[in-house]
């Protein structure tokens, strides 16, 4: 059964920085592009990042551009997304996509 599998939230300051990451297993997923959304409180869920399956192509929300970075380990299935400079607005459940398939989300919560 493939899966995808967040970690990395927490709890953090502003200014502050955290690394998510999305495990794929069952199968490889290097042809795939993947990406991250996020759902804040009251809000409806909203593209963040995205990397092509190469990883030459990285696509950012213009909210993020220039904080956060994302990047892919082929031989790890793995997926990362460096958040930098965080924001109380970049409070959300972050969620890994990919494949047709979505993961259980990781919460992210930054303290003003």
């Known amino acids: 059964q493939v899966q995808l599998v967040e970690s990395g939230g927490g709890l953090v300051q502003a200014g502050g920085s955290l690394r998510l990451s999305c495990a794929a297993s069952?199968?490889?997923?290097?042809?795939?592009?993947m990406g991250w959304f996020r759902q804040g409180p009251g809000k409806e869920r909203e593209f963040v990042a995205a990397?092509?399956?190469?990883?030459?192509?990285?696509y950012y929300a213009d909210s993020v551009k220039g904080r956060f970075t994302i990047s892919r380990d082929k031989a790890k299935n793995t997926v990362y997304l460096h958040m930098n400079s965080l924001k109380p607005e970049d409070t959300a459940v972050y969620y890994c996509?990919?494949?047709?398939?979505w993961g259980q989300g990781t919460q992210v919560t930054v303290s003003s």
């Open positions: 990397i092509s399956w190469s990883g030459t192509s990285t």
């Open positions: 069952g199968r490889t997923w290097d042809t795939y592009a």
């Open positions: 996509n990919g494949m047709g398939l």
